[in-house]
Nanobody, 124 residues
C-alpha cells in the first residue's frame, strides 16, 4: 500500500555533485524517520544518512561535510544532496522509511519500507 521511488542517480565525475530524491506514495498517514543507505559491489549495505520527523540528522563519518539529507513533509519526499563525490561513493543508493498508512480498513505501520534503489557511479 506504500511505495518508495528513488530518482536522480547516474554517472558523475569525481568532485561533482548529485541530488537524489525519494518520494513516498500511497495512503500515507505519517512518515517518521527516513534514511539513505548504499551498497557497493561485494560490500554490505550501510547507512549513509538519516533524518527524523523533527529533522534531526545523522551521517556516516565517510560522508560528513559532503552530503546533506533533507525532507519535504508536504511532498512525502526525502533528498540527499551529494557534493565532492569520490569514486568510493559509487554504489546503489536505497531509500528507507518508517511509514504509517491506511490500508482501506485500518491504519498500519511499515517501519522498514525500502525503495528499489538507484545507481550512483563516480568516475575518477
Amino acid at each position: 500500500q506504500v511505495q518508495l521511488v528513488e530518482s536522480g542517480g547516474g554517472l558523475v565525475q569525481a568532485g561533482g555533485s548529485q541530488r537524489l530524491s525519494c518520494a513516498a506514495s500511497g495512503s500515507i498517514f505519517s512518515i517518521n524517520a527516513m534514511g539513505w543507505y548504499r551498497q557497493a559491489p561485494g560490500k554490505q549495505r550501510e547507512l549513509v544518512a538519516s533524518i527524523t520527523s523533527d529533522t534531526s540528522t545523522n551521517y556516516a563519518d565517510s560522508v560528513k561535510g559532503r552530503f546533506t539529507i533533507s525532507r519535504d513533509n508536504a511532498k512525502n519526499t526525502v533528498y540527499l544532496q551529494m557534493n565532492s563525490l569520490k569514486p568510493e561513493d559509487t554504489a546503489v543508493y536505497y531509500c528507507n522509511a518508517d511509514i504509517a498508512y491506511y490500508d482501506g480498513s485500518r491504519y498500519r505501520r511499515n517501519d522498514d519500507c525500502w525503495g528499489q534503489g538507484t545507481q550512483v557511479t563516480v568516475s575518477s
